[in-house]
T-cell receptor, first 113, second 114 residues
Framework: GESVGLHLPTLSVQEGDNSIINCAYS??????FIWYKQESGKGPQFIID?????DKRQGQRVTVLLNKTVKHLSLQIAATQPGDSAVYFC????????????FGSGTQLTVLP | DGGITQSPKYLFRKEGQNVTLSCEQN?????MYWYRQDPGQGLRLIYY???????QKGDIAEGYSVSREKKESFPLTVTSAQKNPTAFYLC?????????????FGSGTQLSVL
């Protein structure tokens, strides 16, 4: 899972396997969650988002699961491919006068051939 | 192509020098943001702007300044007061003012100190 610090959590998976990247959040008032993928030297790219009124949302090869009881978010990538190797960030925000995204420190996913 | 353009990709700063990072978007987004990213860490918000001629400090605004004279442009100046400027700087925009859901990011500027 994600944590604050200088060392990124890492996850290595075999090509073709499914990947699960976890993220814990602390603010129970957070009502919007989003996952980004960042390749080395590039800006983050949007993957998928979910609001707190949902538990699950699916995209192309990706699924986000939200467990509000334990404040946990996960990103599942089906049939992981070499091009999926990147750092994955979760971010959260809550409604208010100036909604701001708070980013986790990221997880480095490495896909092994 | 619509998107966010950051320039330059690499920038070097000398001691005591101010440098300006460019960010331009043609997405017609109201809100724009600057984030700083250090190795192995998440993104930290420096400044954001929800409308032209208005901007607010983020979590780490000290040593930085911005302007928003045009909707398309949100340049960031790293001043000499920023003692540890080496980082990867990301500009982003979003369609909805007063929210920053679903940010669209530029490709970043790597700033290093000589």
């Amino acid at each position: 899972g994600e944590s604050v610090g200088l060392h990124l959590p890492t996850l290595s998976v075999q090509e073709g396997d499914n990947s699960i990247i976890n993220c814990a959040y602390s603010n129970s008032a957070s009502d919007y969650f989003i996952w980004y993928k960042q390749e080395s030297g590039k800006g983050p790219q949007f993957i998928i988002d979910i609001r707190s009124n949902m538990d699950k949302r699916q995209g192309q090869r990706v699924t986000v699961l939200l467990n509000k009881t334990v404040k946990h978010l996960s990103l599942q990538i089906a049939a992981t491919q070499p091009g999926d190797s990147a750092v994955y960030f979760c971010a959260e925000s809550r409604s208010g006068s100036a909604r701001q995204l708070t980013f986790g420190s990221g997880t480095q996913l490495t896909v092994l051939p | 192509d619509g998107g966010i353009t950051q320039s330059p990709k690499y920038l070097f700063r000398k001691e005591g020098q101010n440098v300006t990072l460019s960010c331009e978007q043609n997405l017609n987004h109201d809100a724009m943001y600057w984030y700083r990213q250090d190795p192995g860490q998440g993104l930290r918000l420096i400044y954001y702007s929800q409308i032209v001629n208005d901007f607010q400090k983020g979590d780490i605004a000290e040593g930085y300044s911005v302007s928003r004279e045009k909707k398309e442009s949100f340049p960031l100046t790293v001043t000499s007061a920023q003692k540890n400027p080496t980082a990867f700087y990301l500009c982003a925009s979003s369609a909805l003012a007063a929210t920053n859901e679903k940010l669209f990011f530029g490709s970043g500027t790597q700033l290093s100190v000589l």
